[in-house]
């Protein structure tokens, strides 16, 4: 994979420099081609050569003889040139501001010589011709120098092919070397990357240091990040899935016991012999332990749409303080807890919440039983309603401190109870709150006893 991921590196840098120096040779040849397709009838050039060539437009034909006109002049003088105009043997004819020294007379060799160099007097010709007269401009201390330069131009093609070969490879052996550094240290990174999503899809989700990592270091801290949330997942359904076989060992065991008591009842019941009164009381058995089963069953429904979020919210806009009074009442009417401690406290009669009724009722109904049921038949249990939310409290056992973290686990039993349950009750709990987009907090201590907030957003 290092190996595939460099070579095709290397093809896309060698494949960039070919192709740039192409377009550079051929743009080079543009501007050079441009030079000679420059429109004559710009007057505005910034060149001797190009300006010499144009004058002929400040010229015009007055008793047989070429004459400047005032545009003529001030173009000269702008410029900073001079001008002679010259008859067909050579002799000057007339002048705009050409020196004293300068000649009046021109034969071909003359023009010629002073057309390829500087004079002394590091003036630079330039000639151009006009109705078969000629004339010549001279440029004092000009910055532009000409260049004689004789070529071939079949050999000029042939060294200039070489030369382009001889560039495009110098720059492919340059990006080659330099590429296959630059890559060794590129795809190094890269196919490590792609190895550890690899372990990642391997589930190997141990964190994992990388030496140089280079512009890919936020890219290995990101996977490092996901291996660690990865992992923690992982802990936490190897967690959940040790705790649902416990659970269903633990529910198995449950309903053995109240199918054992239903069917030996119901045998019971088969016999001719009982009394009425024994009758009666086998059949209160069979039921307690069939709404016993159900309860369990039900409390796995309800757990499993929970979790899943099929559970559709029936929603009310309730008084708080009356939903919780009258909940405590009911509560207290039952036989169960009629000589349980029960408080309760409203310091908020004006708070209302948007709920259904029916699953919040369990959601806190499961607190209050988590604390009578787990605890003393002493305990003290309080309900209160403040401003913020509602505190279900009690002064009981309290929960260990490494369990608390555990106790909205599903199918978690705490260790310090004795009493038969499913495990679900406070997770339960939890997911009621939460499906109504609230939360619960949950502070213990232990032989001090346990409090849970619910607050709603």
Do not use: C
Request: no cysteine; charged share 25%.
């Amino acid at each position: 994979m290092k190996w595939k991921l460099t070579i095709r590196y290397l093809i896309s840098i060698l494949s960039i420099v070919f192709i740039v120096s192409i377009v550079n040779t051929v743009i080079l040849l543009a501007l050079i081609l441009s030079q000679h397709n420059e429109d004559p009838e710009d007057i505005i050039h910034d060149t001797g050569e190009n300006f010499t060539r144009s004058f002929f437009y400040y010229l015009s034909m007055e008793d047989g003889e070429p004459v400047v006109s005032e545009e003529g002049k001030d173009a000269l003088t702008r410029f900073g040139a001079w001008l002679q105009i010259l008859d067909e043997n050579g002799n000057v004819l007339s002048d705009e501001f050409a020196p004293d020294n300068a000649a009046t007379h021109y034969t071909p060799i003359d023009l010629v010589h002073k057309y390829k160099y500087m004079d002394d007097d590091l003036n630079t010709y330039f000639i151009g011709e006009y109705e078969g007269f000629s004339y010549i401009i001279g440029v004092p201390d000009s910055k532009q120098q000409r260049t004689i330069i004789m070529a071939d131009p079949q050999q000029f093609l042939t060294y200039a092919s070489q030369f382009l070969g001889a560039i495009i490879i110098v720059d492919l052996i340059i990006a080659f070397i330099v590429g296959f550094l630059f890559s060794t240290v590129l795809t190094k990174p890269v196919s490590r990357i792609i190895e550890r999503i690899s372990e990642l899809k391997e589930r190997k989700f141990e964190p994992k240091k990388m030496k140089r990592p280079g512009v890919f270091k936020r890219v290995f801290s990101n996977l490092n990040d996901v291996s660690e949330t990865l992992q923690a997942h992982e802990n936490e359904r190897q967690k959940l899935e040790q705790m649902r076989n416990e659970w269903i060992s633990n529910v198995s065991h449950d309903i053995k016991t109240p199918l054992a008591s239903i069917r030996g009842y119901a045998e019971l019941l088969s016999n001719e012999d009982i009394s009425a009164e024994e009758r009666l009381e086998y059949a209160e058995v069979i039921e307690r332990q069939s709404l016993y089963m159900k309860e369990l069953l039900d409390d796995f429904n309800l757990t499993m749409r929970l979790r899943n979020q099929e559970m559709t919210l029936n929603l009310q806009e309730i008084r708080v303080e009356g939903f919780v009074k009258k909940m405590i009442i009911d509560l207290l009417n039952d036989p169960q807890f009629q000589t349980r401690e029960i408080g309760f406290s409203s310091h908020a009669p004006e708070l209302t919440w948007n709920i259904d009724q029916h699953l919040m009722k369990r959601a806190i109904l499961n607190f209050i039983f988590n604390a009578l049921i787990h605890n003393d038949e002493n305990v003290k249990v309080t309900v209160e309603v403040q401003k913020d939310g509602i505190i279900i409290r009690d002064n009981g056992k309290g929960i260990k401190k490494e369990e608390q973290a555990q106790i909205f686990d599903r199918y978690y039993r705490g260790t310090n109870t004795t009493s038969r349950g499913t495990g679900l009750g406070l997770a339960i709990s939890r997911d009621i709150i939460q499906a109504h987009g609230g939360k619960v907090e949950m502070e213990s201590e232990v032989g001090k006893g346990t409090m849970f907030k619910i607050r709603m957003q």
